[in-house]
């Protein structure tokens, strides 16, 4: 079993859809979660850090669940601009391990 | 302007040779990272370094070695032992565990 894993993609989706992406971690003493956002050819961005409260950023909404080891994304009203892979991070003790992405392209 | 440095962004080696990819930061960060992204695929780690002059292997360490003589800098070779070098390789730094990740802007890598 991978240690962080995600929806496999690609996602296509309609402009003003809402999206979610999905991701599980193997190791209950994982201590911090992220979502990353990469563009194509280009280095990952911080999209949001991700807590056990859940917290929202305008359209972007991360939700931690500890107890299933699941962590989530959700973007409501999909721009063309969202279009990019979301990358799931996890950090275990130190180690930084990304789960393979999930690609979402959206379309007028 | 502090930041990751990466250096080259292209780099075309000949099979058989070592190359070595640089990283240097000025972010004061404790923790750097070294990972290698494929076509079409996520960020798998090599090497990671938590604090000078110690460095743990990831996922994919075979054919690679890293040092870490200074905090601001942690370079990457890639041996001739490394089967399918060709790959776009991505270093990180964060400052304290737990927190976000800064990324350089990676070095494409071709061998030929």
């Known amino acids: 079993r991978k240690e962080v894993e995600q929806d496999p993609g690609p996602f296509n989706v309609p402009e003003g859809a809402t999206v979610a992406f999905n991701c599980t971690y193997s190791?209950?003493?994982?201590?911090?979660f992220f979502w990353y956002r990469q563009d194509c050819r280009k280095e990952p961005k911080l999209l949001m850090s991700v807590y056990s409260s859940g917290n929202e950023d305008g359209r972007f909404t991360a939700q931690l669940n500890r107890a299933s080891q699941y962590i989530s994304l959700l973007i409501r009203d999909s721009k063309l601009s969202d279009s990019a892979t979301y990358l799931c991070?996890?950090?275990?003790?130190?180690?930084?391990?990304f789960g393979q992405g999930t690609e979402l392209s959206v379309k007028p | 302007d502090g930041g990751i440095t990466q250096s080259p962004k292209y780099l075309f080696r000949k099979e058989g040779q070592n190359v070595t990819l640089s990283c240097e930061q000025n972010l004061n960060h404790d923790a750097m990272y070294w990972y290698r992204q494929d076509p079409g695929q996520g960020l798998r780690l090599i090497y990671y370094s938590q604090i000078v002059n110690d460095f743990q292997k990831g996922d994919i360490a075979e054919g690679y070695s890293v040092s870490r003589e200074k905090k601001e800098s942690f370079p990457l070779t890639v041996t001739s032992a490394q089967k399918n070098p060709t790959a776009f390789y991505l270093c990180?730094?964060?400052?304290?565990?737990?927190?976000?990740?800064?990324f350089g802007q990676g070095t494409r890598l071709t061998v030929v």
């Open positions: 990180a730094s964060i400052p304290v565990r737990g927190t976000e990740a800064f």
């Open positions: 991070v996890v950090n275990q003790g130190g180690k930084l391990i």
């Open positions: 190791n209950s003493a994982s201590q911090s």
